[in-house]
């Protein structure tokens, strides 16, 4: 099996040199490439074709706002899948966090966070599986998430079927595949092939997407 190849994004070198240390001393992980801005990184990510950019949020030039915006339309318009971008960030309710996911990141940690998490972090945002940390998630968009999108969940919704809502609405609560498998009676795998579906209906990128447009249309509470 191949290690997950990770972009590391910082402006402060001191600090891509301990991510790099930590992060290549695990068997599963490599770091292939590291940048000092937005812009650079979008660079090294077209030359290495990662799995996963750790990604700061504030940096002179290139911020990883536009950093990621960048690395998601590079992506687009060569037609291939995006790298995975995990937002480094040092506030726990940071607005340019929650921007970083509207324009494509899959999740956010704090620097400060235990090195175990990180690696955790990394791997679970490589699977695409879970949506990291919904909770924060959810509470970065009360705080930030703006003017609600005007319509009916039936307008928002109208193109998926009863149980694909169902399966929608506890995805967006931040229910793992296996707690929907148990809440809806089915195996997990017809989860992970409604959620490939429902995705694919709403042009949604991933389950962090799908957190965020239910949350912008205050279809949960």
């Not at 990510?45 to 911020?63: C, H, N, Q, S, T």
């Not at 919904?134 to 919704?157: D, I, V, Y």
């Not at 707690?179 to 017809?190: F, G, L, N, Q």
Request: charged share 25%.
């Amino acid at each position: 099996m191949s290690a997950i190849r990770v972009v590391l994004v910082d402006d402060q070198p001191l600090f891509r040199s301990g991510l790099r240390m930590l992060i290549d001393s695990q068997d599963d992980l490599e770091v292939v490439g590291e940048a000092g801005d937005g812009g650079a990184a979008a660079d090294v990510v077209a030359r290495e074709r990662p799995d996963v950019v750790l990604m700061d949020i504030r940096m002179p030039g290139v911020d990883g706002i536009a950093g990621t915006e960048r690395i998601m339309a590079a992506a687009d318009d060569a037609g291939r899948q995006p790298p995975r971008v995990l937002v480094l960030t040092t506030f726990d309710l940071d607005e340019g966090a929650a921007r970083a996911i509207r324009a494509g990141a899959s999740g956010f940690v704090l620097k400060d966070a235990e090195p175990e998490f990180l690696l955790a972090a990394i791997r679970t945002v490589h699977a695409g599986t879970a949506v990291l940390a919904p909770s924060a998630t959810r509470e970065l968009f009360e705080h930030f998430g703006g003017r609600a999108a005007a319509g009916s969940a039936e307008q928002h919704l109208g193109t998926l079927s009863e149980r694909e809502r169902e399966i929608f609405l506890l995805a967006a609560r931040g229910l793992s595949n296996a707690e929907i498998a148990s809440a809806e009676y089915v195996s997990e795998a017809t989860v992970k092939t409604h959620i490939s579906r429902i995705l694919g209906k709403l042009g949604l990128r991933d389950r962090v997407q799908l957190v965020v447009f239910a949350h912008e249309r205050r279809l949960v509470s």
